[in-house]
């Protein structure tokens, strides 16, 4: 299945060729929904027919494969026919500001360092990040002033691919306890945040949506810092642009 939104995070639709469908799902045999993993939600949107009749799509996950989507159709729409096309329309709105948070996500996760991240939650105008911290110190005024700064230095948000072997030699990218790379497919999704002559941002492993400029994500509130355990901190933020 070719994902184009993996390539391209701003495509909103694209046609394509219904592989099958059933009571498991819609298989395209190319989308532009994302499907959920990773802490981001799956897109929602429809798929439109040829004769205008329209498959709402009330989210997309992961189906067996790396590469398999499964749109999971709202409850008493009609299903396609394999071989026929449609137009595949995500909820544009819904998934920039996904994208919006989750390039956020990154740069809250730069500005903690050396702690291992051990889950995390991307929202629609929210999200939140748990870290390894015994004794945390955090400050939530001081902790957004330094995202919005980042933020309003507008850096480039640039998406790329190492292989297998080089993330194993670099094992310090992975920040994720909870959520590892998928690794066997002969290389990985990198997202790298920061200009393009200088030192990284922020520079992972991640196969999420993003995008394309930190400036895009507008002013955000440090709206929360939890205990969760003995160890564990949650920093939760909101944009406070709509």
Not at 8 to 23: K, L, N, P, Q
Not at 126 to 144: V, Y
Request: contains cysteine; neutral net charge; proline residues 5%.
């Amino acid at each position: 299945m070719d994902l184009i939104f993996r390539d391209d995070s701003y495509a909103r639709s694209c046609e394509a060729t219904v592989a099958s469908a059933g009571t498991e799902g819609i298989r395209l045999d190319r989308t532009v929904f994302y499907a959920q993993s990773g802490g981001q939600p799956g897109d929602t949107g429809r798929l439109v027919l040829a004769d205008g009749r329209i498959v709402a799509i009330q989210v997309a996950v992961k189906g067996a494969g790396s590469d398999d989507v499964l749109h999971l159709a709202a409850a008493g729409a009609p299903l396609p026919e394999p071989g026929q096309r449609v137009k595949a329309e995500i909820d544009w709105e819904r998934r920039y500001r996904l994208m919006r948070v989750h390039t956020a996500m990154h740069l809250l996760c730069s500005l903690i360092k050396g702690a291992a991240v051990t889950g995390g939650a991307v929202g629609d105008g929210k999200g939140r990040l748990d870290f390894d911290l015994p004794e945390h110190g955090l400050d939530k005024a001081a902790l957004g002033e330094a995202m919005n700064r980042l933020i309003a230095a507008d850096h480039p948000v640039v998406a790329g691919w190492m292989t297998d072997d080089e993330l194993a030699r670099r094992p310090e990218l992975v920040r994720t306890m909870s959520v590892k790379p998928p690794a066997g497919a002969g290389r990985v999704r990198t997202i790298r945040i920061g200009p393009p002559d200088g030192e990284a941002v922020d520079f992972q492993p991640c196969g999420g949506t993003h995008v394309r400029r930190t400036g895009e994500i507008g002013r955000i509130e440090v709206n929360k810092i939890e205990s969760k355990g003995r160890q564990n901190r949650r920093v939760s933020f909101v944009l406070l642009d709509p």
